[in-house]
């Protein structure tokens, strides 16, 4: 699965703009990484990506933002969860499964919540600026949108590995 690497916060931006075309309804991802790695900047490139007006921020104290782009956009931030049961409170399996891209910050703290398709992305502080993001595939879907992104973002000169 692809590996990408950047080197300043713009450029994290442009991969999640890469990224925004591909996208469907019903797409699913899943970010993880340490604060300040990257995640609600790939998110903004991302909603750049799908026309999204207005500021993208990290949801972490609503816990669920929605924007309107192309297709909706739902930004979800489970770090201040405590228990996956909460998760029900956000309506959050529905979402998933609904008529927009979700995407969850802090995807990985509910291991028991993770979907069967998608792509799961873990961002990794590699330096004051550069960032490294790994992809993983899940599902079907996942695997087409993994080798889609790391094909788009080749086309446009942007470092990966492992395509």
Do not use: C
């Not at 900047?41 to 192309?70: D, I, Y």
């Not at 399996?93 to 609904?98: N, R, W």
């Not at 590699?126 to 490294?132: F, H, I, L, P, Y």
């Amino acid at each position: 699965m692809p590996t990408f690497v950047t080197s300043e916060p713009a450029a994290t931006g442009e991969l999640g703009a890469v990224l925004a075309p591909l996208l469907r309804p019903g797409d699913v991802l899943l970010l993880s990484g340490d604060l300040g790695a990257g995640k609600t900047r790939l998110t903004q490139g991302l909603a750049e990506g799908l026309g999204v007006k207005g500021p993208v921020t990290s949801p972490t104290f609503n816990m669920l933002l929605v924007h309107e782009g192309r297709i909706p956009l739902y930004h979800f931030d489970l770090y201040r969860l405590e228990r996956a049961e909460q998760l029900e409170d956000l309506d959050y399996f529905a979402i998933l499964e609904g008529d927009g891209v979700a995407v969850v910050e802090w995807g990985d703290r509910f291991p028991e919540a993770v979907p069967s398709d998608g792509l799961d992305i873990a961002l990794r502080i590699a330096g004051d600026t550069e960032r490294v993001i790994e992809v993983r595939s899940l599902g079907v879907r996942g695997r087409e949108l993994a080798r889609a992104w790391a094909g788009a973002a080749a086309g446009r000169g942007m470092d990966v590995e492992g395509a």
